[in-house]
């Protein structure tokens, strides 16, 4: 077996790895795009550095794009193998790659727009080739053996990152002796806001390890609902202003939604208008909402008093940009 690593090592994002087999079997890890290094970023995007051709499977973390965000043009150059995943992270893939598609399709049209001297700028991928690479997506639940040949198996364990992802646990028999490959995928903080804690998993006699903030201790998550009530009242009511407040539209926009339904439920919401600015946050709450068994302990809780913890008096999801 030869692993090689085609992102995420030595820098953040872009994670890709192979694991080769003696049998010349090749199975990707996740096809991440580069996120944010500059001019190179580009060019990284550009050249996967092995033949898509020639990639036999691949097994798919978690839905951010630092991890599956390459996909369409995986499938583009050529890989015609199943992608393995949660439901979560399917249905998350599908409206964050359209979302890309879009966002490229958009970025090219408007460079073409003000280029000189000719040169002609294209979309990483289209709409069309998101849609075509998800055909290929194949669910695969947390904690069962999946069996992809009699010699290759996989099991997928919940590593509360965000909701779908998951920690990979490969077994390949090669040459009469079993060989344990552990993939963290990125890994989520105990006791998040909404998620389980990542779950605890078998040895195994490789791990490759996300470590992004390996070198620094995360403070314990301090609850947000009673400073998030204190600056509303004070902002909206006091002072008659208004609160903007940025959220990434998967994850953060459901852990604020979260935080001000439990308000409501201790009839303690400030009474003024709430707006979700975002389609994209809309259809993310609508996937997280589909998947009630993600959840943590809490949030089960809650869910016995109100059938809808993301939502609240007075909020209204923004659909379009003249709205
Ligand atoms: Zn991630």
Redesign the pocket.
């Known amino acids: 077996m030869h692993i090689t690593f085609h992102g995420a090592a030595r820098n953040v994002t872009g994670s890709k790895h192979i694991v080769q087999l003696n049998d010349g079997t090749i199975i990707l890890l996740d096809c991440g795009m580069f996120q944010g290094l500059g001019e190179k970023t580009e060019n990284l995007n550009d050249h996967f550095g092995f033949n898509p051709n020639k990639v036999d499977y691949m097994i798919l973390s ?1 839905a ?1 794009i ?2 599956c965000g390459l996909i369409p043009r995986l499938v583009a150059e050529g890989f015609d193998g199943q992608i393995f995943c949660t439901a979560p992270t399917m249905e998350l893939a599908r409206i964050l790659l359209m979302d890309s598609a879009r966002i490229q399709e958009q970025d090219a049209e408007f460079a073409n727009r003000h280029q000189k001297n000719g040169e002609h700028s294209s979309a990483l991928y289209t709409e069309e080739q998101a849609i075509d690479a998800l055909r290929l997506f194949k669910i695969v639940d947390y904690n069962e053996e999946f069996e992809i040949t009699p010699r290759i198996k996989f099991t997928l364990t919940d590593a509360g ?2 909701i779908g ?1 998951a920690a990979v646990h490969l077994t390949v028999l090669e040459d009469g002796k079993h060989t344990t490959v552990t993939f963290s ?2 890994v989520g903080r105990y006791g998040d806001l909404l998620l389980r804690s990542p779950q605890t998993f078998p040895q195994a006699h490789y791990i490759l390890m996300e470590s992004t903030y390996g070198d620094s201790l995360h403070k314990d998550l301090e609850p947000i609902e009673d400073a998030l009530q204190q600056i509303i009242h004070e902002t909206c009511i006091v002072k008659r202003g208004k609160v903007i407040i940025p959220a990434f539209s998967v994850g953060r926009t459901q852990e604020l939604l979260y935080a001000l339904n439990a308000l409501e439920l201790r009839g303690v919401l400030p009474d003024v208008n709430y707006y979700v600015d975002s389609p994209l946050s809309d259809k993310a709450t609508q996937i997280i909402k589909d998947h009630p068994e993600v959840y943590n302990k809490e949030v089960t809780e809650v869910l016995k008093v109100d059938n809808d913890p993301f939502a609240f008096k007075n909020l209204r999801f923004v659909q379009s940009t003249e709205e």
């Open positions: 978690h951010h630092d991890h990152h965000v992802s995928g990125d």
